[in-house]
């Protein structure tokens, strides 16, 4: 276990922990960090962890980058903040031109976390084709899937820990089989095809996770499926929502996700690792299509009347164009290819034959597998977490799902201890 030791008396009584059992706490303490560098975080004493799931999947190319940290220390001394109401900066207008140039759609809305990004886009779809003179109530959304903790996303989502409590405030939702599998693909559009079939005109939006549902225990299912179910739902005349918060940004191996599904959604929310890690930014992705319904005098009362205080803020967006300019200038995502192959190696060599390890699997710089048959206590997710803590690696398992989703800077050597750390962890469990 993890010491901290002088630090033990730190006042803790006034944070409430996000997606934190605060009573587990009394016997494993919160880790205070001091700093963090690269792939490293470090504690009061010294002592490192590999930050292996990117704190929550924001942090694409290490922590305190030199570059992102020198663009935002230049942004400050300038402009920290301005409403984007009536207002503008060069770091929003920039960042959208990029934005739009590598995805191909024609505008940006911005906000400021993925479940507000989320919100963004199921009112903008209603609000469409209420315009249009279609009232469209409901929503469509496959089983398993997970897409924020506000209410409107919480509502589309269909992981029951996170949203059985609030059930009785939650918009109107219908749910479609996600595909466990390449032979699954045909009955899982049928099955689409009939939800739409009945309920089609009262659908606004079909919102997806292409290729990984991330909080959904890593589930990742096929390309084909994506693009056959999006081009259904929207020859139904049903918008298509692709959640790319979790998988944007180089994630699955490409810099979004749909690039490898052959289709174009009619929106497509971003978040997590837009701004390397360091600010809050989310940002709607749309057509002029979508834009020019809403773009009418005030008078019609048609206006998207939407905004969070801090949309679009400077600091943020310095370290968004900050994080594309490395991207795209050190061709991190090719050498992406090298490292996702390396782990995959890695991995089947200290686990492929291991006891309890099931569906070894990667796409990209996301890699994961199921532990089965640990027989021991029911949280494997505590216990995995702490194993790897003494072991300094940072884990965060999905129940029975243990995963890695690194910062791009990650080297081989690194890999290669992650996925000895997970044998170690793994012979321990199995053999308690």
């Known amino acids: 276990m993890h010491t901290n030791a002088h630090y033990h008396d730190w006042d803790m009584r006034y944070i409430w922990h996000p997606?934190?059992?605060?009573?587990?706490?009394?016997?494993?303490?919160?880790?205070?960090?001091k700093r963090a560098q690269g792939i490293y975080l470090y504690d009061f004493e010294d002592k490192a962890y590999i930050d292996a799931i990117s704190s929550w999947w924001v942090n694409l190319l290490g922590h305190n980058h030199p570059y992102i940290s020198q663009q935002l220390k230049?942004?400050?001394?300038?402009?920290?903040?301005?409403?984007?109401?009536?207002?503008?900066?060069?770091?929003?207008?920039?960042?959208s031109e990029r934005l739009c140039a590598l995805s191909g759609f024609d505008k940006c809305f911005y906000?400021?976390?993925g479940s507000s990004c989320?919100?963004?886009?199921?009112?903008?779809?209603?609000?469409?084709?209420?315009?249009?003179?279609?009232?469209?109530?409901?929503?469509?959304?496959?089983?398993?899937?997970?897409?924020?903790?506000?209410?409107?996303?919480?509502?589309?989502s269909h992981v029951g820990l996170y949203k059985d409590t609030y059930t009785p405030l939650f918009l109107e939702n219908l749910s479609t089989p996600v595909p466990q599998g390449d032979e699954d693909i045909p009955n899982a559009l049928a099955q689409l095809e009939q939800i739409l079939d009945k309920h089609g005109l009262e659908i606004s939006a079909f919102i997806l996770e292409p290729l990984i549902q991330c909080a959904g225990g890593m589930h990742f299912y096929s390309a084909e499926y994506v693009r056959q179910a999006t081009r259904l739902c929207q020859e139904h005349g049903v918008h298509v929502i692709f959640d790319e918060i979790a998988v944007g940004f180089g994630r699955t191996g490409t810099l979004f996700a749909y690039e490898q599904c052959g289709v174009m959604p009619d929106f497509?929310?971003?978040?997590?690792?837009?701004?390397?890690?360091?600010?809050?930014?989310?940002?709607?992705?749309?057509?002029n299509r979508i834009y020019d319904q809403f773009y009418a005098p005030y008078s019609e009362n048609k206006n998207f009347l939407h905004s969070h205080s801090y949309t679009g803020n400077a600091l943020a967006c310095a370290c968004a164009n900050a994080t594309l300019d490395?991207?795209?200038?050190?061709?991190?995502?090719?050498?992406?290819?090298?490292?996702?192959?390396?782990m995959q190696a890695c991995l089947q060599?200290?686990?492929?034959?291991?006891?309890g390890v099931a569906n070894l699997r990667a796409l990209g710089m996301i890699f994961a597998f199921e532990l089965v048959g640990y027989a021991g206590s029911q949280r494997v997710s505590l216990c995995v977490f702490e194993k790897a803590l003494c072991k300094g690696v940072l884990l965060r398992p999905l129940h029975n799902t243990i995963y890695c989703m690194p910062p791009y800077c990650i080297d081989e050597a690194q890999i290669r201890h992650i996925a000895?750390?997970?044998?170690?962890i793994v012979v321990e469990l199995t053999q308690s």
């Not at 060599?349 to 006891?355: M, N, R, S």
């Open 19 to 33: 997606c934190s059992q605060m009573y587990d706490h009394a016997q494993l303490p919160l880790v205070p960090i």
């Open 74 to 95: 230049r942004q400050i001394d300038t402009l920290e903040h301005v409403l984007l109401a009536g207002f503008t900066h060069p770091q929003i207008i920039r960042l």
């Open 111 to 113: 906000a400021d976390n």
């Open 118 to 156: 989320i919100e963004v886009a199921l009112k903008m779809s209603f609000h469409s084709h209420l315009l249009a003179g279609h009232k469209r109530p409901k929503f469509l959304s496959l089983s398993n899937s997970y897409h924020g903790e506000t209410l409107g996303a919480l509502s589309i």
């Open 268 to 287: 497509l929310c971003l978040s997590k690792g837009i701004s390397g890690g360091y600010l809050p930014l989310a940002v709607v992705l749309t057509s």
């Open 326 to 342: 490395v991207l795209e200038q050190n061709q991190v995502l090719e050498h992406n290819r090298m490292l996702s192959a390396h």
């Open 349 to 355: 060599e200290f686990l492929g034959d291991v006891k």
């Open 420 to 424: 000895y750390t997970f044998k170690e």
